[in-house]
């Protein structure tokens, strides 16, 4: 079942935000996917289904 793109376009934009922010403080090749969710208030499986 295809999924509402409206909220698959906020919730990339959560995560990127959220990646943004942790760039600040920390090296990128430090960043977890989990630190990413965690930031943007979203299940980790959130990443796998809009990233690959």
């Known amino acids: 079942m295809?999924?509402?793109?409206?909220?698959?376009?906020?919730?990339?934009e959560c995560m990127a935000?959220?990646?943004i922010e942790l760039m600040k403080t920390k090296p990128?090749?430090?960043?977890?996917?989990?630190?990413i969710a965690q930031m943007a208030e979203v299940h980790r499986t959130t990443w796998f289904r809009n990233f690959s």
Do not use: W
Request: proline share 5%.
């Open 2 to 12: 295809p999924g509402n793109q409206k909220a698959d376009d906020y919730l990339k």
């Open 17 to 19: 935000d959220a990646l």
């Open 28 to 35: 990128f090749d430090k960043i977890t996917i989990d630190e």
